[in-house]
């Protein structure tokens, strides 16, 4: 199957800084890419979707300018977390969704990047 | 948004039971996805069933749906405790997936 790599996959900094996450598709081009938050024993919650070449669409509550999303190209999306505070912490995981015949609706994610802000 | 209701929170069986959950959801689909999550870790692809089929078969898996009451299940027979996970039910209208709360499933050896 497909594989999307994602990078950290923990991360710890001080309150204030700000964080970058790479999520890569390895062996297929993803126009469209998608990141997601998990708190603890919950479900995942779409924070954006992710399009190559334009702007992220964000859901409903979502900061734009506290979570910059660039995807510059078909295999590479990332998340910036800016100034990063502790109730940024979370687990956040990226998913990439194959546009190819049969896979196309399927989505394929990272293992996730653990952040803890101090 | 969250869309799909998953039941029962938690399950817990003997390896080689059969574990069944259940999802229901809110709004018309194109298809409905069921992951995996082992624990701290991103979600893995189990099946796909179409809004137009209504059972769905892969390996130890058998998901059934039904769209006049906006359900489905996924079955998972003969279990391992590699199974452990959680797993979660997803719907995808607009090519936007919206997870269920999830089921965690616990195989106890």
């Known amino acids: 199957g497909a594989v999307v790599s994602q990078h950290p996959s923990r991360v710890i900094c001080k309150s204030g800084t700000s964080v970058k996450i790479e999520c890569r598709s390895l062996?297929?081009?993803?126009?469209?890419m998608f990141w997601y938050r998990q708190f603890p024993k919950q479900s995942l919650m779409l924070m954006a979707t992710?399009?190559?070449?334009?702007?992220?669409?964000?859901e409903q509550g979502v900061e734009k300018d506290k979570f910059l999303i660039n995807h510059a190209s078909l295999t590479l999306s990332t998340l910036t977390v800016t100034s990063a505070h502790p109730e940024d912490s979370s687990f956040y995981i990226c998913?990439?969704?194959?546009?190819?015949?049969?896979?196309?609706?399927?989505?394929?994610f990272g293992a996730g990047t653990r952040l803890s802000v101090l | 948004s969250q869309q799909g209701e998953e039941d029962p929170q938690a399950l817990s069986i003997q390896e080689g039971e059969n574990a069944t959950m259940n999802c229901s959801y809110k709004?018309?689909?194109?298809?409905l996805q069921w992951y995996r999550q082992n624990s701290g870790r991103g979600l893995v692809h189990l099946i796909l069933?179409?809004?137009?089929?209504r059972e769905k078969h892969s390996g130890r898996l058998r998901v059934t749906l039904d769209t006049s009451k906006k359900s489905s299940s996924l079955l998972i027979t003969a279990s391992r405790a590699a199974d452990t996970a959680s797993y979660f039910c997803a719907t995808d209208g607009d090519y936007k997936l919206s997870f269920g709360a999830g089921t965690t499933v616990t195989v106890r050896a």
């Open positions: 069933i179409r809004s137009n089929e």
């Open positions: 998913s990439a969704r194959d546009s190819r015949g049969l896979a196309k609706n399927i989505q394929y």
């Open positions: 062996d297929f081009q993803a126009t469209t």
């Open positions: 709004t018309s689909i194109n298809n």
């Open positions: 992710s399009n190559e070449g334009s702007k992220a669409t964000y």
